[in-house]
Nanobody, 115 residues
C-alpha cells in the first residue's frame, strides 16, 4: 500500500510563505514523476506543479514565479515552496504521482491564506 504523507500547511496572511513537504517510499520516489495538486472548496482538484525524476518542472500559470517544486533525493521527499501567497491559493494540497494514481491520495495538508 502506497502512503504519501503531506505536511507543512497552515494559516498565513496574504503575501506570506509556506513550505509543503511530502515523504514517500524510496522506490516510489525513484520511479515516479511527482506533483502537487490542490482542491479548493467547491472546486475540482487541480494540478499545481510537477517534477520529473530528472527534476524538470512545470507549473500551472496561476503559481508561476511564486511556487517552486523540488525533490530531495536524500530524504525521498518532494517540496513545494510557496511565496507571495494569495487568498485564492487557499485549498487542501496533496502530493501524488504525475499523472496521479487514484489509490495514492493521502489526507492532504490545509493551506489557508487570509486577506
Amino acid at each position: 500500500q502506497v502512503q504519501l504523507v503531506e505536511s507543512g500547511g497552515g494559516l498565513v496572511q496574504a503575501g506570506g510563505s509556506l513550505r509543503l513537504s511530502c515523504v514517500v517510499s524510496a522506490i516510489i520516489f525513484r520511479l515516479n514523476d511527482m506533483a502537487w495538486y490542490r482542491q479548493a472548496p467547491g472546486k475540482q482538484r487541480e494540478l499545481v506543479a510537477s517534477i520529473t525524476t530528472s527534476s524538470s518542472t512545470n507549473y500551472v500559470n496561476s503559481v508561476k514565479g511564486r511556487f517552486t517544486i523540488s525533490r530531495d533525493n536524500a530524504k525521498n521527499a518532494v517540496h513545494l515552496q510557496m511565496n507571495v501567497l494569495k487568498p485564492e491559493d487557499t485549498a487542501v494540497y496533496y502530493c501524488n504521482a504525475f499523472p496521479y494514481k487514484d489509490s495514492w491520495w493521502g489526507q492532504g495538508t490545509q493551506v489557508t491564506v487570509s486577506s
